[in-house]
Structures are given as structure tokens and as C-alpha cells.
């Protein structure tokens, strides 16, 4: 029994090794853009809606919300990058209930490519707000004594988002595996309802996250620019 | 080794290119979408709220053309009160008018029969009181009565007028005809006499008299002298009575229509 999708090799030639994450990933991949470029290639204004159109305008919508309800920012700028995130891993984990399908997230290298992503977002993110020298600053503040630990804390949160995606998602699918080996009735299927729910809240909780490293980063700017403004108002 | 670094690079690149497939794929259109009809709903509101004030802008207009038709109703139908009030005025006073003359000619006529009817009872009357007066004095006419008749007429001769006396005596000069003595009864040849004489000594004539009886004189005695006549008769006093009744009738019937037509007028109400 595989612990990760990685080790599921289909093809190898040395570096590029064609496993089933990768596999899976740009099957994952390939729905979710097949099915908002059929859906979005005619897209109503007015009612009636088509009601694919309705169910993904409901999906971003609700991102669209979340992330401006977290951030108090405009969604916009985040709604690509926190949109796919959640996306991609729920999709990957509401999939692990198709039968052969092995979900991209129970693999470590997935989630480690994720959080790598979001650990080079943040300061991305957040220069392209603050600008370079405000970025930086905000590592010596409140204390230039503080450096050392806000560097700790962004390689360990990145480690830790990485950690426990991987961890819930590999461990559900181990789960369910022993219990369909040791009952095989019944039991797997409330394991794999309850894996349906975890991967949500996973797949929530990992975004959310991201999100508010991201928006951490940036508000800093944003505070000091509605100063500024405040400032601009009174002169 | 759980971690694959080809698979950790492959990944982030997926990740990566889904992120710009989605943002082209999904983000952009669902959002294009959602803000177009964000407008068309602000357009469309805002095209409702011009909607609802120009309806209650019609709505206050047709409420004051409703209030001005009530209005124009509550005085057309003050106008057309007053103008059957009017009409109904002049029909009544033109029916009253019409009624009084009705009235009036009715009573015209009613006083034409009742004049006719009292111009006929009057005459009968007098006929009758005439007739019963003439049968009574002839049922009783005796000696004595014929003698005081004759002794009457003898003293209206006596005193006749100056010019009454001359015109008879001047007339009777121009002529040689004789004289008529006409009586309701025979008169004795002793009062005969006495009639002659008496004509001898008013008008001194040498006429010839002719005593004739004539049975329509009532109780009396005529003479025509000359174109003149000198009469005693009972039947003179009944004309006279005959008159004073027809005046006295006629009296009460001018004096009973100016009762009668002040009363006449101005019943209906």
C-alpha cells in the first residue's frame, strides 16, 4: 500500500519522473479548466441562468466574499491565486471518492509545491503593495530583535501549511484503506464521507490561511496608505 | 523519501499555469459577467426608480385631474340644481298662470250660466210676481176700487206740470182728432162725467171722447191726448216693481262678482 501518489511511477527518465501526482494533478487540472471553459464560453447576463453558470458563479462569488470579508481589502488582486488554491485541493479531494483516483494533495511534494508557492507569494504580494523597503522593514518590526523568529515563523508556517494538508489528506485516505481491509461493509463509506468533509475543511483552512499570510504582508501599506489619506483629507 | 523535488517543481509549474487557466478560464469571465449585471441590475434600478417617480408623478396627476373633475361635477351639478330649480320655478309659475286662467275662464264661464240662469230666475220671478199681482188686484177689483182709480186720475190731471200741461194744450190745438179714454174696466157714466169735465177744465177742448175698455190695462185708466198720454195703472207700479226687483237682483250679482274674484286667485300653491 502507497503513503503517496509519488510512488506511483508510470514513467521515468531521469530527472522527469511521470508519477500518478502529476498524473492525477493535470487530471484535476484539466477538468476544472474544461469545465469553466465550457461553461464560461457562453455565459448569460440576464436570467435564466444556466445552471452550471449559476453553480460557478456561486463558487466565486462566495471566494469573492470570504476574501474581502478576511481581508477587508479589494478581492481582486487574490482571488486568482487563493481561488485556484481552493480549487485545486478541493476538487482533488472531494475526487478521492472516484474509485483509482489517488488525490494530488496526499502527496507531500503537492503540498510542499504549494506551500512553496504561497511562501513566494507573501513576499510577492507583499512588495508589490508596500514596495521592497517597507516589505523588509516590516521584518524588524515591532523589533529589530524579532528578525530571526519572523524568519523562523515564515519558513514554519510555510512547513506547517504543507505539513497538514498532506498529513489530513494522506492519513484520511490510509484510514480508509485499513478499515476497508478490516471492515469492509459499511465503515469505509462513513470514512469516506467524513474524508469528504475533512478534504473541505482542509482544503478551506489551507487557503485561509495562505490568505492571511498574504493579507498580513500587504495591510501594512494598506494601513499606512489610509493614513496618508486621512492625512491628505485634513491638510 | 516522501518528497519528489521533479514532482515539487512540476507541481508549483502546474499550480502556476492553473492559476493563469482559471484566471483566463473562470475569474475573468464569471467576474466580467457578475459586474455587467451588476450594472444592467444598477441600470435597471435606476430606470425602476424613474419608472416609479414618473408613475407617482402620473399618479399625483391623475389624482388632481380626479380632484378637478370632482370638482367640475360638484358644480355642474350645483349649475344643473339651480337651473332645474329655476325651470321648475317658471313650470309652476307657468302651471299656476295656466291654472288661474283656466280658473278664471272657468269661472267666466260659470258666471256666464250662473248670470244667465239668475237673468232667467229674475225674469220668471218678475213674471210670475207680476202675474200673481195682476190676477190679485183683478180677483180683487170692485166699485170703490174703479171709483178711487178714477178720483186718482182725476187728480193727476189736476196736477199736471206747467210744461207737460202746455205741450198738451198746444199740441191739442193743432189737431181735430178725437180723444181715446182706454180703462181696465166700464166706466159708470157718472165718473165718465166726471174724467170729462176735468179735461174740460185743464185743457178747455171741444174734442170728442171715446171711452173704449181695453183688457190689457191692469187696474187703470189711459188717456192719450195729442201724442200724449196720461196713465194711472196698477201695472205701472208693477213695472216699477218689476224694475226695483231687476235693480236690486243686478245689484247683488255685481256686488257677489266682486267677492267672487279676489277668492278665485292664487289657490294653487
Redesign the interface.
Known amino acids: 500500500m502507497e503513503i503517496t501518489p509519488d510512488s506511483i511511477v508510470f514513467y521515468t527518465r531521469e530527472p522527469i519522473v511521470l508519477n500518478a501526482t502529476l498524473l492525477f494533478t493535470w487530471l484535476t487540472m484539466g477538468l476544472l479548466v474544461g469545465v469553466s471553459g465550457w461553461v464560461t464560453r457562453q455565459l448569460s447576463v440576464c436570467p435564466p441562468l444556466p445552471a452550471w453558470q449559476n453553480l460557478l458563479e456561486m463558487v466565486v462569488d462566495g471566494m469573492y466574499n470570504q476574501i474581502r470579508d478576511i481581508t477587508q481589502q479589494d478581492p481582486e488582486p487574490y482571488l486568482s491565486f487563493v481561488g485556484t488554491l481552493f480549487l485545486f485541493i478541493v476538487t482533488s479531494n472531494l475526487l478521492t471518492v472516484v474509485p483509482g483516483y489517488h488525490a494530488p494533495t496526499g502527496s507531500l511534494s503537492t503540498t510542499v509545491a504549494l506551500a512553496l508557492c504561497v511562501f513566494v507569494a507573501v513576499p510577492i504580494f507583499g512588495i508589490r503593495q508596500q514596495g521592497l523597503g517597507n516589505y523588509l522593514k516590516s521584518y524588524l518590526e515591532p523589533t529589530p530583535i524579532m528578525l530571526p523568529f519572523q524568519i523562523i515563523g515564515e519558513f514554519s508556517r510555510t512547513l506547517a501549511l504543507a505539513m497538514r494538508l498532506f498529513g489530513n489528506i494522506m492519513s484520511g485516505n490510509l484510514l480508509a484503506a485499513i478499515l476497508l481491509s478490516l471492515v469492509p461493509l459499511f465503515v469505509p463509506i462513513v470514512m469516506h464521507v467524513l474524508g469528504l468533509v475533512f478534504g473541505v475543511i482542509q482544503a478551506y483552512v489551507f487557503s485561509v490561511l495562505a490568505l492571511v499570510y498574504i493579507a498580513s504582508a500587504s495591510s501594512v501599506q494598506q494601513q499606512n496608505h489610509h493614513v496618508s489619506t486621512q492625512e491628505n483629507d485634513y491638510e | 523519501m516522501?518528497?519528489?523535488?521533479?514532482?515539487?517543481?512540476?507541481?508549483?509549474l502546474?499550480?502556476?499555469?492553473?492559476?493563469a487557466?482559471?484566471?483566463w478560464?473562470?475569474?475573468k469571465?464569471?467576474?466580467k459577467?457578475?459586474h455587467?449585471?451588476q450594472i444592467?441590475l444598477e441600470e435597471r434600478w435606476q430606470e425602476a426608480e424613474r419608472l416609479q417617480a414618473e408613475a407617482q408623478q402620473a399618479l399625483i396627476n391623475y389624482q388632481q385631474q380626479q380632484q378637478e373633475i370632482q370638482q367640475q361635477q360638484v358644480a355642474l351639478l350645483a349649475e344643473a340644481r339651480v337651473t332645474a330649480d329655476q325651470e321648475g320655478q317658471n313650470l309652476l309659475a307657468q302651471m299656476r298662470q295656466e291654472m288661474a286662467d283656466q280658473r278664471a275662464a272657468w269661472q267666466i264661464d260659470l258666471q256666464q250660466e250662473q248670470d244667465a240662469f239668475l237673468r232667467t230666475l229674475r225674469q220668471k220671478v218678475i213674471h210670475q210676481t207680476y202675474a200673481i199681482a195682476r190676477q190679485a188686484l183683478r180677483d180683487i177689483a170692485n166699485a170703490d176700487l174703479e171709483y178711487q182709480i178714477i178720483q186718482v186720475f182725476c187728480d193727476r190731471l189736476h196736477h199736471l206740470e206747467d210744461s207737460q200741461q202746455q205741450a198738451i194744450s198746444q199740441a191739442l190745438s193743432q189737431t181735430n182728432s178725437g180723444i181715446l179714454v182706454r180703462s181696465s174696466f166700464e166706466i159708470p157714466a157718472d165718473l165718465r162725467q166726471q174724467v170729462i169735465d176735468e179735461l174740460h177744465s185743464q185743457f178747455a177742448i171741444a174734442h170728442p171722447l171715446e171711452f173704449v175698455t181695453a183688457s190689457n190695462l191692469l187696474c187703470g185708466i189711459e188717456i192719450k191726448l195729442a201724442g200724449q198720454e196720461i196713465v194711472w195703472s196698477l201695472d205701472t207700479y208693477l213695472q216699477t216693481l218689476e224694475q226695483q226687483l231687476s235693480n236690486a237682483l243686478t245689484q247683488q250679482e255685481t256686488s257677489h262678482h266682486e267677492h267672487d274674484l279676489p277668492a278665485g286667485t292664487g289657490c294653487l300653491h
Do not use: D, H, S
Open positions: 516522501l518528497i519528489n523535488w521533479f514532482t515539487v517543481f512540476a507541481q508549483v502546474n499550480f502556476l499555469i492553473l492559476v487557466l482559471l484566471r478560464f473562470l475569474y469571465p464569471i467576474l459577467v457578475m455587467k449585471r444592467q
